[in-house]
Structure formats: C-alpha cells, structure tokens
C-alpha cells in the first residue's frame, strides 16, 4: 500500500499569514494527490485535485502543488474561516490511501 | 444539489452485524462510482470500500476485506455497506462518498457505528 505522510500535524498562524503543507507518498504517484479540507464535527470537503486543480467554488488563495511524490498546499493568506484539519489523499492505485491529517489553527 | 444521506449506524456489540444506507439525490447516481470512507473518533480517514457505478468493480480496504460487502441499487437511488463480524477498530463515523473522477467530490454528512459491549 502506498504510504502518505503530512507535516506538520498542527500549526498555528496569524490572519493573513502564508501556511503551507506538505505530503509526501512512499512511492509515485504521478499527479494522483487531493486536498481535503474538513471542519469541526463537519464531512471533508475536496479543495483541490489531480495535485493543482481547484475545485469550483473553493477561494482562489487555496493552491497545490506538485508531483511524483512531493506535494503541498498552501494558503495564501489564512483566514479565520480556514480553521479545519486538512487531509491529503492518494488516488493512484488501489487501496486510495490518506494522510494522517494536519490541523490548522489561528494563533 | 446533491444530498447523500446515510443512515444505519448504532451501539453494535462486538461480533454483530450491521447495514448501512446512503440515499443519494440530486445527480445521476447510476453514472457514479460511490464508495465508503471512514473515520474513527479522533482520527483520520479511511477509505473502506468502492464500487463501480455498473457494479462490477468492487474493492475492499485489506481491514475489512471479508467481513464487509458493498453493494448498490441504481433503479433505488441507494448505496448499502453490510458489515459482519464487526469489531472495536471498526468504530467511527462512516460517510458515503461519490467519485466521479478519481477524488470524493460529493460527502453524505456520515452515520456513526459504536462497537462495543
């Protein structure tokens, strides 16, 4: 099974503050890497995929990057509606595998 | 809008059985591959089990190959996950999701499984 793995697991930034996340997968995956975003007691949400696709509707200050077995996220300037846990996933082969999450916080 | 509703889940004592149901609305379910992602209290995701939108491709997560069989019912509008032999690891919220191009674009809002004595 293909291994991913986010870092960090949490961080904490100030508004406006440039974030970034990184995913890392144990092997290719080609561009096969989606970005989920998923607030409190709430279901995921996809921001982006196939690696640097942004999903309709998602603000243009979310944006991916990547490929092969390096990945990130970043946000441009965080807001406060941001707060949420993020979650990469890999959907090159089967099993689709995801990362352990990393939680976003304002400081 | 599409609206996936699941429903089924509850206190299971370890070694029993449950079925779970997700309602789909709002899109042509019939043309969707589908699948069941879980996530167990404090965790991360984990996907669990796909099936093609014909049905003929299933697949299962290693975890709960054998005790776990999905299913579908296109004219019904419906998605099912039987789980047998259900144990404490299997314990978590369980979202229905659909995945028309190789990510979970569409969530249903999850129903909780508790297993437990």
């Known amino acids: 099974d293909i291994q991913m793995t986010q870092s960090p697991s949490s961080l904490s930034a100030s508004v406006g503050d440039r974030v970034t996340i990184t995913c890392r997968a144990s092997?290719?995956?080609?561009?096969?890497l989606n970005w989920y975003q998923q607030k409190p007691g709430k279901a995921p949400k996809v921001l982006i995929y196939?690696?640097?696709s942004l999903q309709s509707g998602v603000p243009s200050r979310f944006s991916g990057s990547g490929s092969g077995t390096a990945f990130t996220l970043i946000i441009s300037s965080l807001q406060p509606e941001d707060v949420a846990t993020y979650h990469c996933?890999?959907?090159?082969?089967?099993?689709?595998?995801f990362g352990q999450g990393t939680k976003v916080e304002i400081k | 809008e599409v609206q996936l509703v699941e429903s089924g889940g509850g206190l299971i004592q370890p070694g029993g059985s449950l079925r779970l149901s997700c309602a789909a609305s709002?899109?042509?379910?019939?043309?969707?591959?589908m699948n069941w992602v879980r996530q167990a209290p404090g965790q991360g995701l984990e996907w669990v089990s796909y099936?093609?939108?014909?049905?003929?491709?299933?697949y299962y997560a290693d975890s709960v190959k054998g005790r776990f069989t999905i299913s579908r019912d296109n004219a019904g509008n419906s998605l099912y996950l039987q789980m047998n032999s259900l144990k404490a690891g299997d314990t978590g919220v369980y979202y229905c999701?659909?995945?028309?191009?190789?990510?979970?674009?569409?969530w249903g809002q999850g129903t909780l499984v508790t297993v437990s004595s």
């Open positions: 999701t659909t995945s028309g191009s190789k990510y979970f674009d569409s």
């Open positions: 709002g899109f042509a379910f019939g043309s969707y591959n």
């Open positions: 099936i093609e939108s014909g049905g003929g491709t299933i």
């Open positions: 092997q290719n995956i080609n561009r096969y």
């Open positions: 196939a690696a640097s």
């Open positions: 996933q890999q959907s090159d082969s089967m099993p689709w595998t």
